[in-house]
Nanobody
Framework: QVQLVESGGGLVQAGGSLRLSCAAS????????MGWYRQAPGKQRELVAR???????NYADSVKDRFTISRDNAKDTVYLQMNSLRPEDTAVYYC??????????????????WGQGTLVTVSS
């Protein structure tokens, strides 16, 4: 089974930067698209950025000019570089992956996996 582990969250001052990492581990799987979502208290979880296996990206309008998503396919790792952080960026950030599970006799596509979340707090 696939497990996603996020790291890099923390407390930063407005205008500062953070880099989040998410590494997939386990056996019998492959990773397709990966993305970052975030959820603030009282708000719905929203897409921040997404990247496909060939490197195509899309971003939420609120972060498009400030955040950059990238991935290292060899390491099954996705990154989110966050610059010019604002207090409204404060949220729990979740890593997401679309994966394929490889069994001995079959494959299962479209298996969605979520990380445990990492808290990003941006102070004024």
């Amino acid at each position: 089974q696939v497990q996603l582990v996020e790291s890099g969250g923390g407390l930063v001052q407005a205008g500062g930067s953070l880099r989040l990492s998410c590494a997939a581990s386990g056996s019998g799987f492959s990773i397709n698209a990966m993305g970052w979502y975030r959820q603030a208290p009282g708000k719905q979880r929203e897409l921040v950025a997404r990247i496909t296996s060939d490197g195509s990206t899309n971003y939420a309008d609120s972060v498009k000019d400030r955040f950059t998503i990238s991935r290292d396919n060899a390491k099954d790792t996705v990154y989110l570089q966050m610059n010019s952080l604002r207090p409204e960026d404060t949220a729990v950030y979740y890593c997401n992956a679309d994966s394929t599970r490889w069994y001995w006799d079959r494959i299962e596509r479209g298996v969605e996996v979520w990380g445990q979340g990492t808290l990003v707090t941006v102070s004024s």
